[in-house]
């Protein structure tokens, strides 16, 4: 569905992704897992097309995206929830997820999905009016998922859903992008939270300073010394 090639990016001269391969299979759950400052979130907005690489393809259905829009992106079923849940504060709930709708006319199908977020989410269902900046951090990531599957998404794609999030919530997010994948959405999902994200995960990636240096299927990465040692240390609490 997606194959990145020898991707390179460059910030000003420093190369942040010094040559990445990846792929995601329709139907699988995919985490990139890595220390701050890998090179995760740099990989989400190049495949978004909000910075262009040096060199390298990216695939997404054999489309090349690189040459594609990114507003037209959701369009294809690709969509991105960015890091530090950015909701329209000054809208409503209500408005946000109606937002996340822009591009789509099927009326049906948008108060159908609009119905399956409220399932997923209760409590955004409970705070509709409310003005979204208003909402707690683990209620705003509700809504940036919320927002994100209103496109009706193929493959959704995540930047630290569970960052600064109380641990409770962040159960509550893993399973929820369980239930997402259930109803037949591909994720690639970035994550700090190693532990969490590889015990959901299809197949793991695992980052370091620009470079791919692992992957296998999340049981594999799991029990992986250098996994262990490096990312699932005694100090990370098991959150599932
Ligand atoms: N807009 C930017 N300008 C310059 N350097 C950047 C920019 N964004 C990220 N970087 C640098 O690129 C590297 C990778 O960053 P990032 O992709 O955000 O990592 P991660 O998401 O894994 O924490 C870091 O060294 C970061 O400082
Ligand atoms: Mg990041």
Known sequence: MLKINNLVVSYGGIEALKGI???VEEGKIVTLVGANGAGKSTTLRTIMGLVKPVSGSILYDGKDLLKEKTQNLTRYGLNLVPEGRRVFADLTVLENLKIGAYCRKDTKG?????????SLFPILKERVWQLSGTLSGGEQQMLAVGRAL????????MDEPSLGLAPLIVKD??????????????ILL???????????????YVMETGRITL??????????????AAYLGHSVKKVI
């Open 110 to 118: 948008i108060k159908e999905d609009l119905e399956w977020v409220f």
């Open 150 to 157: 209103m496109a009706r998404p193929r493959l959704l794609m």
């Open 173 to 186: 997010i893993f399973r929820i992008i369980q239930e997402i994948h259930k109803q037949g959405v591909t």
């Open 21 to 23: 391969d990846l792929e």
């Open 215 to 228: 992957k296998g299927s999340g049981k594999e990465l799991l029990t992986n010394e250098e996994v262990k």
């Open 190 to 204: 970035i994550e700090q939270n190693a532990n969490a994200a590889l015990h959901i995960a299809d197949v793991g």
